[in-house]
């Protein structure tokens, strides 16, 4: 328990060195998550570099999504949920009260582990986050707000001729690059993906990867996923949870190659988890 | 005779002794399976249990398919016997005559206290129907018996290693609820079908389209059997009704799915559905005691207001609105209760992701939850129309007995239940126009709730698919 502890300070401060080069979008400070009195996420300290991908990863249950949340205080919206600590965006704290979780979300894209379009055409369901925001006025630059964000998403060309359509007429693939394109339409500055591709086949995987990829030049991406390959595909950066703590943070290369922890060792080889 | 057997009814017998049967040829079954099995029940098709309840089966289902048959046609056998016995002077009565003569003695006859009446020719014939039917209870009882025991040979000699009893016995399970279903069905085709005759007949004698499209209602006189005003009340009632039920009842759904705190929930929700379980004659006399005097009061009122005509509301003490003020309040629970339902089974993923886009709580409700869930309430205020259609003793007593067309809701107004109470209720003959139009309105009413259910019913299912 002692050389883990050793170990685990170790891990943190070597994942500041690593962080150094790029500028710090997402600057977490000692994060504690409760659900009722279970303790989800212990004193999580982390940064997150704008315009890469940060991967989280981590056994099942260990709180990767409970900390995507966190930053987007998505965990308001459960009721037993209690969130401390700080987490600074653009050098203002995210969870000061005087902070409006509605404006909040508007600047933090979140895209959810299944597809889940609005019960909207699949222009609505675009058009449906710069409405609410009064991003956009009068019909034509709504238009062009909606054919950029399906561009970028990479489903313009697929759905040009039936924007109409409900959104769940889509195919799962689809649906779940529309959910980009809504988060997406809005600007955010960062995009929170949680499990992105679990409900998708590997061809639609490959599509979301690749777009995934290409958002990176204009957005701070968080992506929690289950596969290592996936992580070490997209990513440039990674965390890697367990049980409610952050056991190792750093280059993506570095993790796969060469992890300072033998937790992590374990987990990326498949030997527990 | 054979009716109790010391103090026991022979009926309750006759079942203890078959339940006796079963549970002793369940062991039988049983242990004949272990016996083949020896041992190794796992070499047996299926599980001893199942060869037991398969021998229980075949003991029991003939003798109670028999003691069924005996229930159902034992008397009138019984009947036949007996009337080709009776002397031929009174055999030459005439079938109506000849049976209600032996209605009287059968009825002489199965009476605990009954004592000779004088006349022998009654009393004779009132003793040999007795011993009728004693014989065919003993032979019923007879015949059971031996079917039980011949079924229970059968079932014995079925077991074997590989004998497929678990199958058998499913088989025998699946015609029994087969048999329960079928009855249901059954008994609405029965009810379908005899509303149907009697209105055809009702048609015979009134032209359909006048029944359908005319102006005057006169059944009581006989003369007027034009139904509009009947259509027109009920119509206007259940309208005013859905006016105060579907805003309170959505809102309330609204507030109870996506407001309420649990423990708020837990205590509103079955509040609410109580509102369901009061019985309707006491939203009767609500109506009619406390809001019915009110109406009436505010009309007056309202009649006595400068530039207000003389006698502009009809202001009666019985009125449309009292009746579709208090049938709204009795439909809440129809519409918020399934509403709820359906604003639940809305998935968490959809509010999750409008709130993830940066949705206040209010612009989730109104422009993500609710339209995912809006087939579902569409169908819950369908079945609450359908509900107010068909609802009677509310406006038996508020709404009034008056067939005409106004649109003032503070007149009585009747509808198309009101009147098949007061065509079918007091001394009726069962053969007039009068009488047969109220088939002919209860036809029409069955039509309409038929219709608006059929839809609602599809709505719900076209949603179901969407979210499953
Ligand atoms: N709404 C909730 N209420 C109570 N406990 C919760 C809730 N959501 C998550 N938890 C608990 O918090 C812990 C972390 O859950 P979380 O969903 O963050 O895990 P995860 O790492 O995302 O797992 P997975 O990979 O399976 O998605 C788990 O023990 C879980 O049981
Ligand atoms: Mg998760």
């Known amino acids: 328990m002692d050389g883990n502890m050793e170990h685990f300070t170790q891990t943190k401060s070597s994942a500041r060195a690593d962080a150094a080069s790029a500028p710090i979008k997402v600057d977490c400070q000692n994060i504690d998550v409760y659900y009722g009195d279970k303790q989800a996420i212990e004193d999580i300290s982390l940064q997150i570099e704008d315009r890469s991908v940060t991967a989280f990863i981590g056994p099942s249950g260990c709180g990767k999504s409970t900390f995507l949340r966190c930053m987007n205080r998505m965990n308001d919206t459960i009721e037993s949920a209690k969130v401390t600590g700080k987490i600074f965006m653009d050098g203002a704290n995210i969870n000061d009260p005087s902070i409006d979780p509605v404006l909040l979300r508007s600047r933090v894209g979140m895209v959810f582990q299944k597809p889940n379009p609005f019960p909207k055409s699949i222009y609505d369901n675009i058009a449906y986050g710069p409405r609410i925001h009064g991003l956009a006025s009068g019909k034509a630059e709504m238009d062009e707000v909606v054919e950029n964000s399906l561009r970028k998403a990479g489903l313009w060309e697929e759905v040009k001729d039936r924007l109409p359509a409900p959104g769940t007429s889509l195919s799962g693939g689809q649906q779940q690059r529309l959910c980009i394109a809504r988060a997406i339409a809005v600007s955010p500055e960062v995009i929170l993906m949680d499990e992105p591709c679990s409900a998708l086949d590997p061809i639609a995987t490959a599509k979301i990867e690749e777009l995934i990829d290409e958002l990176r030049e204009r957005y701070c991406i968080v992506i929690v996923t289950h596969s290592m390959q996936q992580a070490a595909r997209v990513s440039q950066k990674t965390a890697f949870f367990h049980l409610g703590k952050l056991i190792e943070y750093g280059d993506t290369e570095r993790i796969f190659t060469n992890p300072e922890h033998g937790r992590t060792q374990d987990y990326i080889t498949g030997r527990f988890g | ?468």
Not at chain 2, 206 to 226: H, I, K, M, P, R
Not at chain 2, 245 to 272: D, H, M, N, Q, T
């Open chain 2, 1 to 468: 005779m054979l009716e109790t057997f010391g103090h026991l009814p022979v009926a309750w017998l006759l079942f203890a002794v078959l339940a006796a049967a079963a549970f002793m040829a369940f062991y039988v079954g049983r242990t004949q399976a272990v016996g083949i099995a020896r041992g190794y029940t796992s070499q047996l098709n299926s599980q001893p249990n199942y060869h037991g309840y398969f021998v229980a089966m075949a003991t029991i289902a003939p003798a109670a398919v028999i003691l069924l048959i005996y229930m159902m046609f034992g008397e009138s056998l019984v009947r036949a016997q007996f009337a080709s016995e009776l002397p031929e002077r009174i055999r030459a009565l005439g079938d109506l005559e000849l049976g209600q003569y032996i209605d009287r003695i059968s009825e002489h006859a199965t009476r605990r206290d009954a004592t000779a009446t004088g006349n022998a020719l009654f009393d004779a014939a009132s003793d040999r129907y007795t011993d009728l039917v004693g014989l065919s209870r003993i032979a019923a009882i007879l015949l059971a018996v031996l079917a039980a025991a011949g079924g229970f040979f059968f079932g014995r000699s079925r077991l074997s290693g590989d004998f497929r009893a678990r199958a058998r016995v499913e088989d025998g399970i699946k015609f029994l609820l087969f048999l329960c279903a079928a009855i249901a069905i059954l008994t609405t085709i029965g009810i379908v079908a005899s509303l149907l005759f009697e209105a055809l007949r009702f048609f015979s004698r009134v032209n359909v389209f006048s029944f359908l499209f005319g102006t005057e209602w006169n059944a009581q006189t006989g003369a007027d059997f034009g139904a509009i005003p009947l259509f027109f009340g009920t119509f206007l009632i259940a309208f005013l009704a859905m006016l105060v039920a579907a805003p309170i009842g959505l809102f309330s759904a609204i507030y109870l799915s996506e407001y309420a705190s649990p423990r708020v929930r837990s205590i509103v929700k079955p509040i609410l559905e109580l509102l369901a379980g009061i019985p309707t004659v006491v939203y009767g006399f609500f109506a009619l005691q406390f809001v019915a005097p009110i109406v009436r009061a505010s009309a007056t009122w309202i009649n006595g207001l400068p530039f207000i005509p003389d006698g502009f509301l009809a202001a009666q003490p019985t009125s449309a609105l009292a009746a579709g003020l208090v049938m709204g309040i009795m439909i809440i629970p129809f519409v918020s209760s399934l509403s709820d339902d359906v604003i639940n089974a809305v998935p968490q993923t959809l509010r999750d992701g409008a709130y993830a886009m940066g949705a206040t709580k209010s612009e989730t409700v109104k422009q993500v939850v609710m339209p995912a869930a809006l087939p579902g309430v569409i169908a819950a205020l369908l079945l609450a129309v359908s509900r107010a259609i068909g609802e009677t003793m509310i406006v038996v007593m508020a709404a009034g007995q008056r067939a005409q067309i106004t649109p003032d809701p503070t007149a009585d107004l009747t509808t198309i239940t009101v009147q098949i109470v007061a065509l079918l209720t007091g001394d009726t003959e069962f053969d007039s126009a009068k009488t047969l139009s109220a088939f002919a309105l209860g036809f029409v009413l069955f039509i309409v709730t038929l219709i608006f259910n059929l839809i609602a019913l599809r709505v719900v299912k076209k949603y179901r698919e969407k979210y499953e």
